[in-house]
Nanobody, 120 residues
């Protein structure tokens, strides 16, 4: 059974930093595509950052140069380091795993999310 548990959200002032964690169980995260998504009130969920099993990363334009996705294989955990936070980054952040089952089949799993609020 695949489970993703996010942590690290909270209230931070503009310009501050947070590190989100996504602890994975039931999969070895480094073998699959892992991503961070966010959803602000009244908006659709959007991709923030993603890392493939090959180590390739991509970021949403507004977070490039401020956010970084990384992983710790020993802890089976994916991180999102967020720097220079802005009020527009306020959202619920979700971890997602695209698990390759082979034969062109991919199962998608989501965590429950962690709230990030950027406000003075």
């Amino acid at each position: 059974q695949v489970q993703l548990v996010e942590s690290g959200g909270g209230l931070v002032q503009p310009g501050g930093s947070l590190r989100l964690s996504c602890a994975a169980s039931g999969i070895i995260f480094s073998r699959h595509t892992m991503g961070w998504y966010r959803q602000a009130p009244g908006k659709q969920r959007e991709l923030v950052a993603r890392v493939t099993s090959g180590g390739s990363t991509n970021y949403e334009d507004s977070v490039k140069g401020r956010f970084a996705i990384s992983g710790d294989s020993a802890k089976n955990t994916v991180y999102l380091q967020m720097n220079s936070l802005k009020p527009g980054d306020t959202a619920v952040y979700y971890c997602r795993a695209d698990v390759d089952r082979g034969w062109s089949t991919t199962d998608v799993y989501w965590g429950r999310g962690t709230q990030v609020t950027v406000s003075s």
